[in-house]
């Protein structure tokens, strides 16, 4: 007896945000779109650029977004972890959006961060207000959960400017090879500088970790920069860094 493990819907689905926020023919593939039907009929409602195949979505922007209403509920209902995303899609678009949270509390706390950035949106209890659209600012942001982590990320590269993401390690427990995924230009070149941002206790931690395992470009790579950074100049490294700082989270140090 065979099964096929179904593609992950969330992750997809945040691709797919990204591609309408600033994708030119971006192709999300291996994803099965009747899984996506929830958020494939709210972005045809915004205006959306997309395109529906058997087991792909392409999507691109556009400026003509439109606001929609948004309520989030249990499978086949528009999903809770794409509402925090989508919110900084629904930024960028014309006139009013309003989303109901019906599934978690404190699912908007990715809002006072997008506000910083300069959106404009206001929440009581269980509802948000978005007006839009506004031109979003790089800030120092933090990631305070995993969702809240891909909303912000999304704004980060719609932003004019700089932005940094606080414990960014939260975001790469939803997202596969998310900075292999995230990390290319226009022209489809890598951008050949990372910076994760951590404690100066597991700043150290990780010095320590890589110099046991012997790895010697990673210690020769890593440089200090203020408050409590770790920039790097390879991929597979932030990537790795980020990996472990998501497993000191969990445990009380480095096994």
Do not use: W
Not at 234 to 253: G, P, V, W
């Amino acid at each position: 007896c065979f099964h096929n493990i179904i593609p992950d819907r969330i992750e997809a689905g945040t691709y797919i945000i990204l591609g309408c926020l600033m994708g030119t023919f971006l192709r999300i593939d291996n994803i099965n779109p009747n899984h996506l039907v929830s958020l494939t009929d709210k972005l045809t409602l915004m205006n959306a650029d997309i395109e529906i195949n058997d087991e792909c979505i392409v999507a691109n922007a556009n400026d003509n977004l439109m606001g929609i209403d948004i309520k989030t509920g249990g499978y086949p209902e528009f999903p809770t972890d794409l509402q925090q995303p989508i919110v900084t899609l629904l930024s960028q678009a014309h006139g009013k959006s309003e989303v109901n949270e019906t599934i978690y509390e404190n699912r908007f706390m990715n809002i006072p961060y997008l506000n910083k950035m300069g959106a404009n949106i206001n929440t009581k209890e269980r509802f948000a207000t978005i007006l839009g659209p506004n031109k979003l600012k790089g800030m120092e942001v933090e990631a305070t959960d995993l969702r809240a982590g891909a909303s912000l990320l999304l704004a980060a590269l719609k932003a004019e400017g700089k932005t940094t993401i606080l414990h960014a390690e939260y975001i790469l427990r939803g997202y596969e090879d998310l900075i292999e995924e995230t990390t290319q230009d226009e022209d489809g070149d890598e951008i050949q500088q990372y910076k994760v941002i951590t404690t100066p206790e597991n700043f150290q931690k990780v010095v320590e970790f890589f110099d046991k395992q012997g790895i010697k470009p990673v210690s020769e790579e890593l440089t200090r920069v203020p408050e409590n950074s770790i920039e790097v100049m390879d991929k597979k490294i932030a990537t790795n860094i980020m990996r472990l700082l998501n497993n000191l989270e969990e445990h009380d140090d480095v096994q």
